[in-house]
């Protein structure tokens, strides 16, 4: 759309387009205010021609934002938007919120009055703290509401100076999501030249571009196409669209619409890339969950019911050491990783002496004994702390997400449940093949009688592989307290999940989980935008049920214990 | 003649029945005839109480037909029973007619709160009772004859079709929770008024339920007994002991196994079919895994492969269950959980092992 060359604010913009004009204003003020236009010490007297943009100039401008009406006002604040100074931004965004104070001396004082308290302020041309008789004897500096809203986008474009990169950043992209005036375009292209930062560069030229497209002649448009055929910024392929459908020239209707599509097809790749992203994150959940019970079920054949509740046991670990060293979350979280493994692992040993150690060959019976042994556990926790659930808390650091670009960002958390669950299945891996426990672990698996007959004492072993598999469970515990509530029922919440993976990807391989859960994980992630979470999760029990009569045993299916007869 | 066959040599079965028979004349008295002042009174609590317990007992009959004589474990017979209560529960929920809150004549309160314009093509034929009873027998008998032909075909077996039923459980009960499936949701189907015109509160209309179930289990009994004791029921038994050897010596062995967990799901569905009305509401949690898993604890309790063990299992577990969370609450679950660690360890025959002189075989 082009705005027509009548509107009020472009004939305002257009009396102080760029810093030259700015100055030329401030001469006019500086002449009227000429009885003491150096009051600030160290400052020497102005020599108007050579100090465009210096900090004496803008001391005054700052001095002379009281005088006179509202549209002195805005004109002053039109030419301190433009001149660059870090201190201008903070000062406009008081003014607007009626924070902007001044003193009746001559010349007046200018005080940024404390967002937060009423008392305090800070002088705004030093940045020193004010005593807080000043502040109450200073007078608000008045504004309407038209004022205000010039005041909010010449504070955007005032950051666009700003000496901190960051900043300039947000505003950029504030002025891109606002869109701007083209009278700014001169200034911007200024800014342009000088501007060092990368990403502020990107953004800058994307802004200039959007705006040519509106108003820039043909070469101009066609070239703004051009740069913005890479952004994927929603403004800017909004604003290629537009081109696309109403540009006079073909050409320029022509590039745009291979922008687009060039665009859209980038999208459905970054849009992809999230899908599998989460689907891998969901399988990062489901493998720490599984992974315990690939040992105990997959390896042992043992039909662990209480294997959620050593997941729980590995949560609750984490809350408890939380409340020992509150305040310390890193290491509290990373001192539970060891201390779950080993109460979890402890409760298991217990478990396969006290019980499991009897069911051997009777796996349907284990599965009685565990699920009885589950309902104790689930009791026992809802008995000694509460049946409510443990609040627990996450660092600082698994917050927040990692910006790729506009249309695709990874939360952090996702980032590390998926580098950590990989470490957990890593160091499983090794400790079965290179450790002599895991050598006897298979070799019990396999044969054994005749590993007995070597010489493995097998009963060792059982009890060493069982707490294995539950300290897993406890460490995934740790993980999950980051993503779910932590109560006495979560253990439920995952042992459906963890037998499907196992049983999915093969009884007595570890592979076979690992692959079955990041499988199921990005099935399910993959079929969800379409259908649903609950519908994708029916889907693919179905397609497990399916998968089951075309391989009874699994992905890969392995000669183990468990590989019943 | 069938007399002898059924219960020659089953002085267990013989004796629970007779039990049985003995709660359905001495209930009803209880309640109907002796004075509420009287302490031999049986209040209604008590005779819907019971009547659940008949259900469930039906329920574990059904069970222990496949898995104590078929070595099939299911577990997710909860779907089956599920189907049958939901089908019970659409014939009461049409009942209701325009009693519900929002008086309207045909749809059902949660169907005009989400604004159906008329009623879903599955719910239609449900206002007659007696298609509601097919269909609590032919849903779940259909969905096992699918579900076991896939399976037993390519021969799934022991853990791994445990917890593919587990999967198809827990699939229903996801599919049961949406609103779209149209079943009520989350709430699933109550506030039931009148059943066959009587009103399902009346002290007369829970006595006869009762009755039902009772007759119910006992025809059960006597059917599963039937099947266990002829030809079928002596291949069953092989294929539970040798699957492989029976499959050599030429019989269809998927066949047999078909057969018999259709059966078993078509029990399963009139025990919830029973259990509605009794209960008064069917919600998806009765599709939740913990509850399949827990039916076949009441036949490990009771005792695998006796049949009237699973009732007596059944009696037993579920009377301990109101017992303790009426009188010891916080222990309900460590109590039970040490019973299933108990009876694995040391009665691996249930309860009635600990009466039963006869060996049978065991898997």
Redesign the interface.
């Known amino acids: 759309m082009i705005r027509s060359d009548t509107s009020p604010l472009r004939q305002r913009f257009r009396r102080t387009p760029s810093l030259l004009t700015g100055f030329l204003l401030l001469l006019a003020l500086t002449a009227a205010a000429a009885d003491a236009p150096e009051e600030s010490p160290g400052h020497g007297p102005a020599e108007p021609q050579a100090e465009a943009a210096d900090q004496p100039s803008v001391d005054t401008l700052i001095r002379e934002l009281p005088a006179g009406n509202f549209n002195d006002r805005r004109r002053v604040a039109e030419a301190l938007a433009e001149a660059g100074d870090p201190r201008v931004p903070e000062i406009l965004a008081a003014l607007a919120d009626g924070r902007l104070l001044a003193t009746g001396d001559d010349p007046p004082r200018i005080v940024i009055r404390d967002a937060d308290d009423r008392e305090a302020g800070t002088d705004a041309i030093s940045g020193e703290t004010v005593a807080a008789e000043v502040v109450a004897d200073a007078r608000r500096v008045p504004v309407h509401n038209p004022l205000r809203n010039a005041l909010r986008s010449l504070e955007a474009v005032a950051s666009v100076a700003d000496a901190r990169p960051e900043r300039r950043i947000r505003s950029l992209s504030r002025l891109i999501r606002d869109g701007v005036d083209d009278d700014l375009v001169p200034f911007l292209e200024e800014r342009l030249e000088t501007e060092d930062d990368p990403q502020a560069r990107d953004l800058l030229k994307t802004l200039l571009a959007v705006t040519y497209l509106e108003t820039g002649d043909e070469d101009a448009r066609l070239e703004a196409v051009a740069t913005l055929r890479e952004s994927l910024l929603p403004e800017a392929r909004r604003a290629v669209a537009a081109a696309a459908a109403e540009d006079p020239d073909e050409r320029v209707r022509e590039a745009a619409m291979e922008a687009v599509e060039h665009a859209e097809s980038r999208i459905r790749f970054f849009r992809f890339t999230e899908d599998l992203f989460f689907g891998l994150s969901a399988g990062s959940v489901l493998l720490l969950a599984a992974i315990g019970l690939a040992i105990t079920f997959g390896v042992m054949g043992v ?1 662990n ?1 209480a294997h959620g509740e050593l997941i729980m046991i590995g949560a609750y670990t984490t809350w408890f050491i939380q409340t020992l060293i509150p305040g310390a979350l890193s290491t509290s979280i990373l001192l539970a990783i060891p201390a779950a493994f080993v109460v979890a692992g402890l409760v298991g040993i217990a478990m396969e002496r006290g ?1 499991i150690q ?2 051997y060959g009777r ?3 284990t ?3 565990t ?6 556990l ?3 926790v ?2 000694l702390f509460s049946p409510l659930n443990r609040p627990v808390s996450s660092p600082e650091w698994l917050s927040g997400s990692l910006n790729i670009n506009p249309v695709l960002s990874l939360t952090w958390s996702r980032i590390y449940i998926f580098v950590f669950a990989i470490m957990v299945f890593v160091a499983l891996i090794l400790v079965m093949k290179k450790t002599s426990l895991g050598l006897k672990v298979r070799a019990v698996a396999q044969n054994r009688p005749m590993a007995r007959a070597l010489g493995v004492r097998t009963g060792w072993v059982d009890a060493l592989t069982f707490g294995l598999g539950a300290g897993l469970a406890g460490v995934a515990g740790v993980a999950l307290s980051q993503l779910t509530n932590v109560g006495p029922n979560m253990g ?1 919440a995952y042992i ?1 999940d963890s ?2 993976v196992v ?1 999915f990807g093969g ?1 007595g391989n570890l592979w076979g989980t690992f692959v079955g859960a990041m499988g199921l994980g990005v099935m399910t992630k993959f079929i969800e935008p379409h259908v649903g979470a ?2 994708a ?2 889907i693919v ?2 397609f ?3 998968f ?3 391989r ?2 699994g992905l890969f299916p392995k000669k183990g214990r ?1 590989a ?1 007869n | 003649m069938l007399t002898r066959r059924l219960l020659t040599s089953d002085w267990g079965g013989t004796f629970v029945l007779g039990l049985l028979v003995a709660m359905l004349i001495a209930v009803p008295i209880a309640n109907l005839v002796v004075p509420p002042d009287s302490p031999y009174y049986l209040s209604s609590y008590w005779v819907a109480l019971l009547g659940k317990f008949l259900t469930f007992a039906l329920l574990a009959l059904a069970i222990d037909l496949i898995w104590g004589y078929a070595g099939i474990l299911s577990l997710g017979h909860g779907a089956f029973f599920g189907l049958g209560g939901y089908a019970m529960g659409m014939y009461l929920t049409r009942q209701i007619g325009d009693q519900g809150v929002y008086g309207h004549p045909v749809l059902p309160d949660f169907m005009v709160f989400l604004s159906y314009e008329e009623l879903p093509w599955f719910w239609l034929g449900f206002d007659m009772f007696w298609f509601a009873l097919l269909m609590a027998m032919l849903v779940p008998g259909l969905l096992a004859l699918v579900f076991g032909w896939l399976a037993f075909r390519s021969r799934v077996s022991g853990v791994y079709f445990a917890i593919i039923t587990q999967a198809l459980v827990f699939a229903l009960m996801l599919a049961f929770f949406r609103n779209e499936m149209g079943f009520g949701g989350n709430n699933g189907l109550t506030d039931f008024k009148d059943i066959l015109g009587f009103p399902v509160q009346a002290r007369e209309t829970r006595v006869a339920l009762f009755l039902a179930s009772g007759i119910a289990v006992i025809l059960g009994y006597l059917a599963c007994r039937y099947i266990v004791t002829s030809r079928f029921g002596r291949v069953l038994i092989a294929v539970r002991d040798a699957e492989d050897r029976t499959r050599f010596s030429g019989y269809r062995v998927d066949h047999y196994k078909l057969w018999v967990f259709v059966f078993s799901a078509v029990l399963a569905g009139i025990a919830g079919a029973l259990y509605v009305p009794q209960v008064g509401i069917i919600n998806p949690g009765e599709f939740s895994p913990i509850r399949s898993i827990e039916a076949v604890l009441w036949v490990a309790v009771g005792g695998r492969g006796s049949l009237f063990g699973a009732i007596v299992g059944a009696f037993a577990v579920n009377g301990a269950k109101t017992w303790f969370t009426v009188a010891y609450p916080m222990f309900w679950l460590f109590a039970l959980g040490a019973l299933f660690v108990l009876v694995t360890l040391f009665l691996p025959r249930g309860i009635v092992g600990l009466f039963r002189r006869r060996r049978e075989g065991e898997s």
């Open positions: 039909i019911m019980v009897f069911l796996p349907l019976e599965l009685l004994a699920f009885g042994i589950s309902l104790i689930q009791q026992a809802r008995t439920q459906i037998f499907m049983v009884v609950v519908l999760k029916i029990l179905i497990i049920i399916l089951i009569q075309k009874p045993r468990a019943e």
